[in-house]
């Protein structure tokens, strides 16, 4: 059987994200993997993947922070916000300015309301969004408050009647690229999409660590120690503790977490799951199976 761990996979486009689980399963030779969120086709990067028993640690990755590289277009819109959506609106774009471009950015930065994309993976009455759209009925998603801490052009581009910006963004888990691209055409009046995505960050996870589809294997795997540690931050204790945390009994040493949670490293480096304070004791907030602690 594969050890636990944590895989990181630098995802090409053209191909899904459960493509990518499914080649990992028959690489790594088990059926149990999941995800910490995916990526559209067209999008390339980083996927977090938990393997056996580190996918409880997937629960502390799901709703980290995230950075993209994302090409967006202005002068164009569609019907899914990018480049795989049929064309809905072709403005001219070349009057607005780059102070315009500016203003517009800023009013998408920082704590907004965002409606996400029609064509998203998103549940309606029990239903996928991009389910009804393609069904061709109507599809009203509410507005979610995410934050975009940074949203930075890189290389604007004029090419006739089109803009296209080249941009990093740093956001909330949730926060969808495509309707910042939609957004900010719309808040231009010349309509807007996404031609390019990448995700470069995931948390502490870089894409530069990680595995191209055709190289995952087992010793491409993050220990689930490493990765808690990471993920969570680390706290050593005995192996008294660790045998109570293991049986669910709490112990004491509240004072010892700085942070919500922290990843309990027992003396021979295992991972005994994450721990929490109650008062001035901790207690397990998730337990990994001895098997897979290291």
């Known amino acids: 059987m594969v050890r636990p761990g944590i895989l990181l996979v630098d995802k090409p486009g053209g191909i899904t994200s459960h493509d990518v689980v499914s080649r990992a399963r028959r690489a790594l030779g088990t059926r149990k993997i999941g995800h910490a969120g995916t990526l559209d086709p067209m999008a390339t990067g980083l996927l977090v993947l938990g393997v ?43 009057a607005v300015t780059d102070d315009q471009i500016v203003a517009g950015i800023a009013q998408l930065t920082g704590e907004i309301d965002q409606v996400p994309s029609t064509v998203s993976a998103i549940k309606v009455d029990g239903r996928r969004a991009y389910d009804l759209a393609r069904a061709g009925e109507e599809v009203e998603l509410k507005a979610r408050r995410v934050t975009v801490s940074r949203f930075d052009v890189r290389e604007t581009r004029r090419q006739g009647v089109t803009i296209e910006l080249d941009v990093v963004v740093d956001c909330t888990s949730g926060t969808y690229i495509r309707a910042l691209a939609r957004d900010l055409g719309r808040s231009l009046g010349v309509g807007g999409h996404l031609t390019a995505l990448r995700r470069t960050r995931i948390g502490s996870f870089d894409v530069s660590a990680a595995a191209s589809v055709d190289d995952i294997a087992e010793d491409a795997l993050v220990e689930p120690a490493t990765a808690a540690a990471v993920v969570v931050g680390a706290l050593a204790v005995g192996a008294d503790e660790a045998r109570d945390l293991r049986h669910g009994k709490r112990i004491d040493g509240g004072g010892r977490l700085t942070g919500a949670v922290a990843a309990a490293i027992d003396p021979d480096g295992r991972l005994v799951g994450i721990v929490e304070k109650r008062g001035t004791q901790l207690k397990s907030a998730m337990n990994m199976p001895e098997e897979a602690a290291r």
């Open 52 to 94: 056996e028993g580190a996918t409880r640690l997937l629960t502390y990755i799901v709703g980290a922070d995230k950075t993209y590289k994302a090409t967006i277009l202005l002068g164009v819109e569609t019907d899914s916000d990018d480049a795989d959506g049929v064309e809905t609106l072709r403005t001219d774009a070349s």
